[in-house]
């Protein structure tokens, strides 16, 4: 089984958002990035969890917003990595506040 959702933000710092995210994962995950694009894997057994796999979350930027998308092993991993991608987001684009970033399942 397998759980996917995709997600826009639309704002002008969309590289600035994606470097900040991979920069902060970088320390304790396997991360990949460059200014228009990043990857961000997350273990199975992170955080103590016990996921039937790895989840890859997925950045993409472009001069008018920031696209996420989420691939998860299954839902409660799904729900958990869009809960995150959130929490960080509204940290590092607090000046934004409040954030619209509607999730659709794929």
Known sequence: MSASAT????TPHGSRYLQQ?????AHNLAVEF????GTVTFPRDARGAS????ALVTF???????????DA??????TGLQGAVVRHLERFAFREAPLTLEWHNA
């Open 73 to 78: 092993s299954e839902e409660g991993q799904l």
């Open 34 to 37: 460059t200014p228009e694009r």
């Open 60 to 70: 993409t930027a472009d001069a008018s917003g920031l696209d996420c998308r989420i």
């Open 51 to 54: 996921w039937q796999g790895d």
């Open 21 to 25: 995210l991979c920069k902060h994962w």
């Open 7 to 10: 997600a826009r933000l639309e």
